[in-house]
């Protein structure tokens, strides 16, 4: 079983960057890919980033690809999306989420364990 909270979300302006944390609990973290999601008001959730279980493989919406950066530290069984020069259109609320599989993916049906969310609101 894993458990995740994530932190770090707020406001911003444009142009500005935030760090969300996704803290897990659970031995298997390290074995577990994982995944962030956004989303914004009146529309589906979508994917955003995913890493494999030892971070040497990261996949990227094209919407973020060259400003967001997903990441991973498992001796602090926690991961991470860097969010530099964020758009308007990137408000929404983040979830992190983990698979029981060493390797990413992009689908949300893959995905086993989610965190509650944080909201990120960037202003023009």
């Known amino acids: 079983q894993v458990q995740l909270v994530e932190s770090g979300g707020g406001l911003v302006q444009a142009g500005g960057s935030l760090r969300l944390s996704c803290a897990a609990s659970g031995r298997t973290f390290s074995n577990s890919a994982m995944g962030w999601f956004r989303q914004a008001p009146g529309k589906e959730r979508e994917f955003v980033a995913a890493?494999?279980?030892?971070?040497?493989?990261?996949y990227y919406a094209d919407s973020v690809k060259g400003r967001f950066t997903i990441s991973r530290d498992n001796a602090k069984i926690t991961g991470y999306l860097q969010m530099n020069s964020l758009k308007p259109e990137d408000t929404a609320v983040y979830y992190c989420a983990a698979r029981k599989s060493l390797y990413a993916s992009r689908w949300q049906r893959d995905f086993d364990y989610w965190g509650q969310g944080t909201q990120v609101t960037v202003s023009s």
């Open positions: 890493i494999d279980w030892s971070g040497s493989s990261t």
